[in-house]
């Protein structure tokens, strides 16, 4: 059986796009899936045995792992709310998070402090999620400082 050149043509062209969504997807794994029993406390540990910060100069400022199973994180971008970006989805329900900030580097480690809340959540998705973003103000339904700053002159015009 004989392959024609180009079939072979076609055949790179189509897979090569799935194996960067999914080298991609791995890293969104590797940086923001959490384990259903990681807590706040575990943030040095599993960003340091991760290799979050590996190839980086500094610590990175902050670093949120979700609380649930990789099916649920997929679901938001099947299911969530479609941004008008049309690649960011914020998430219909709440999910457990960990918010781990930077605190201190000790001698060649990082050091986390990890705070545990159950919030929305953004994601950019291409097929699966690449990329965790933080909901600006005005998405949550609360108002930017924008906002408030306005309505604080308005109220004080009357």
């Given at each position: 059986?004989?392959?024609?050149q180009?079939?072979?043509?076609?055949?790179?062209?189509?897979?090569?796009?799935?194996s960067?969504?999914?080298?991609?997807?791995?890293?969104?794994?590797?940086k923001?899936?959490g384990?259903?029993?990681?807590?706040?406390?575990?943030?040095?540990?599993?960003?340091?045995?991760?290799?979050?910060?590996?190839?980086?100069?500094?610590?990175?400022?902050?670093?949120?792992?979700?609380?649930?199973?990789?099916?649920?994180?997929?679901?938001?971008?099947?299911?969530?709310?479609?941004?008008?970006?049309?690649?960011?989805?914020?998430?219909?329900?709440?999910?457990?998070?960990?918010?781990?900030?930077f605190?201190?580097?000790?001698?060649?480690?990082?050091?986390?402090?990890?705070?545990?809340?159950?919030?929305t959540?953004?994601?950019?998705?291409?097929?699966?999620?690449?990329?965790?973003s933080?909901?600006?103000?005005?998405?949550?339904?609360?108002?930017?400082?924008?906002?408030?700053?306005?309505?604080?002159?308005?109220?004080?015009?009357?």
């Amino acid at each position: 059986m004989k392959i024609h050149q180009s079939t072979v043509i076609l055949l790179l062209v189509v897979c090569a796009p799935l194996s960067t969504y999914s080298q991609n997807y791995e890293a969104f794994k590797n940086k923001h899936v959490g384990r259903l029993k990681l807590t706040g406390k575990d943030c040095t540990a599993v960003i340091e045995n991760r290799r979050i910060n590996e190839n980086r100069k500094n610590c990175k400022p902050k670093n949120t792992f979700i609380m649930a199973t990789e099916d649920e994180i997929k679901a938001i971008c099947k299911d969530g709310k479609p941004q008008q970006d049309g690649k960011t989805f914020i998430s219909n329900t709440e999910f457990d998070v960990i918010d781990c900030t930077f605190d201190k580097k000790e001698g060649d480690t990082c050091k986390y402090n990890g705070v545990e809340e159950k919030k929305t959540i953004a994601l950019t998705c291409e097929l699966f999620p690449v990329h965790y973003s933080n909901i600006p103000a005005k998405q949550k339904g609360k108002k930017t400082q924008k906002e408030t700053a306005l309505n604080n002159g308005k109220k004080k015009k009357s």
